[in-house]
Structure formats: structure tokens, C-alpha cells
């Protein structure tokens, strides 16, 4: 059974990057948003969340707080790219 892997991306482009990197190795789910990646992490265990920081939706204060948020949701690590 493969890991699973989160990649938080609003880039529409940008996540498949990212899959076509991991795909092979982990089981990968795409969001758009901060309150749909917490909507996932609650429902699926994840070993990784890929972060964009630099979502268009949030102001960085509030991106911050995000990221806490997720990190309070998830026993796996939290990248920040």
C-alpha cells in the first residue's frame, strides 16, 4: 500500500508537476484551498502535505494561521514550497 502524499496547490498547472513526480511512489490528492485540505486530512491519514505559501486566496498572516491549522490535523510533515 502506497503512502498517501496531500499537495495543496491553487495553481491549476502546478500540481501535475508534482504528480508526475510522486505518482509512482505515493498516492496523491490535489487541493485548491486551505479548508479543503483540513476537509481531507480529517477523513484520510497523510504522510506529507505539500504546501504552496504562496496561495492567491490568503494574505500571509492568514496563510500562517493556515498552516498551523494543518499541522495541528496531521501526525505526517508539512512542506512549505
Same mark, same amino acid.
Given at each position: ?14 500540481? $501535475?508537476?508534482?504528480?508526475? &513526480?510522486?505518482?509512482?511512489? @505515493?498516492?496523491?490528492?490535489? !487541493?485548491?484551498? *486551505?479548508? $479543503?485540505?483540513?476537509?481531507? &486530512?480529517?477523513?484520510?491519514? @497523510?504522510?506529507?502535505?505539500? !504546501?504552496?505559501? *504562496? ?27
Amino acid at each position: 500500500m502506497k503512502e498517501s502524499v496531500l499537495i495543496l496547490e491553487d495553481n491549476q498547472n502546478d500540481p $501535475d508537476i508534482v504528480l508526475n &513526480i510522486l505518482k509512482e511512489e @505515493y498516492e496523491c490528492d490535489t !487541493v485548491r484551498t *486551505y479548508n $479543503d485540505a483540513i476537509k481531507h &486530512i480529517k477523513q484520510k491519514s @497523510y504522510s506529507a502535505i505539500i !504546501v504552496d505559501f *504562496y496561495l492567491e486566496s490568503n494574505v500571509d498572516s492568514e496563510a500562517l494561521k493556515s498552516l498551523e491549522h494543518l499541522r495541528t490535523h496531521t501526525n505526517g510533515s508539512v512542506f512549505i514550497v
